[in-house]
C-alpha cells in the first residue's frame, strides 16, 4: 500500500472547542499507519504554535505538550500562514516546533500537492 499524504489543516484557536485536539488526534492516528502528514495553521489556528500557554488556568491540559509528540510520530511538516501569524503578533522562532510560514500562493501549492485534505 502507497501512503498518502495527508494535510490537517487547523483553524480554529487551541482552547474553547475541541478541534484543536481532535485535529492533533487525527495527525498522530494517521502517521501511526505510515502515512505522510503535514499540518497547517490558519486564521485563529496559529494561536495552537503559540509560546507560554496557561491552559491550566482554565483547567485544561497544555495543547503544546501534545504538539511536542508530533515528531515522535515523524510528523515534522508543520506549515502556518504568514499573514495570520504577523496580525497575531507571532514569530516562527519562538515556537516550541519548527513552522515553516507561507504566503498565499504557497499555501495554494501546497494544498494542491495533498491525496487528502482534512479541515478542523
Known amino acids: 500500500m502507497t501512503a498518502k499524504r495527508f494535510l490537517i489543516v487547523c483553524r480554529q484557536p487551541p482552547y474553547g472547542a475541541s478541534f484543536a485536539r ?24 496559529v494561536l495552537q ?17 501534545q504538539l511536542g509528540a508530533l515528531p515522535l510520530y515523524d510528523v515534522e511538516e508543520l ?25 498565499t500562493a504557497e499555501i495554494s501549492a501546497l494544498l494542491a500537492e495533498q491525496d487528502i485534505v482534512l479541515g478542523f
Not at 501511526?32 to 485563529?44: I, K, M, P
Not at 504554535?49 to 503544546?64: H, M, N, S, T, V
Request: hydrophobic letters at 50%; proline letters at 5%; a negative charge.
Open 22 to 45: 481532535e485535529a492533533l488526534d487525527m495527525a498522530l492516528a494517521c502517521a501511526a499507519f505510515d502515512q505522510r502528514v503535514a499540518l497547517l495553521f490558519l486564521g485563529d489556528g
Open 49 to 65: 504554535l503559540a509560546p507560554g500557554q496557561r491552559a491550566e488556568q482554565i483547567g485544561q491540559k497544555p495543547l503544546d505538550k
Open 79 to 103: 506549515y502556518a500562514d504568514a499573514e495570520a501569524f504577523a496580525a497575531r503578533g507571532l514569530a516562527a522562532d519562538t515556537c516550541a516546533l519548527p513552522v515553516r510560514l507561507l504566503d
